[in-house]
Nanobody, 127 residues
Framework: EVRLVESGGDLVQPGGSLTLSCPASGFTFSNYCMGWFRQAPGKEREEIASIYNAEGRTLYDDSVKGRFTIAKNNAKSTAYLIMHFLKPEDTGMYYC????????????????????WGQGTQVTVSS
């Protein structure tokens, strides 16, 4: 059985920091991409960060670039999202996801095929 369980969401003031964790089980963690998605109230879920360790590849949405860092600990089968300088617009439900890397004839072609999802953890940025 595949499990992804997010934790670490909280109420934080603007400018603050949070670290989200996503321990995973039920698949070969080291071979998979891990991603973090955010769904703000009334909006669609959006991808904000992804990582594929074997290639050392990370990708960030422009809205979080320079403030958020995605990390992946294969020994602990855990993905992290380290968030600094939080803004009210970062408020939302945060989900982690896992999926196989897309491999083309020329090599790594991105993390695009998300197979497994967690239940989410709420982040609220407000004074």
């Amino acid at each position: 059985e595949v499990r992804l369980v997010e934790s670490g969401g909280d109420l934080v003031q603007p400018g603050g920091s949070l670290t989200l964790s996503c321990p995973a089980s039920g698949f070969t963690f080291s071979n998979y991409c891990m991603g973090w998605f955010r769904q703000a109230p009334g909006k669609e879920r959006e991808e904000i960060a992804s990582i594929y360790n074997a290639e050392g590849r990370t990708l960030y949405d422009d809205s979080v670039k320079g403030r958020f860092t995605i990390a992946k600990n294969n020994a602990k089968s855990t993905a992290y999202l380290i968030m600094h300088f939080l803004k009210p617009e970062d408020t939302g439900m945060y989900y982690c996801a896992a999926g196989p890397p897309r491999i083309a004839t020329w090599g790594f072609d991105g993390c695009k095929d998300w197979e497994y999802w967690g239940q989410g953890t709420q982040v609220t940025v407000s004074s």
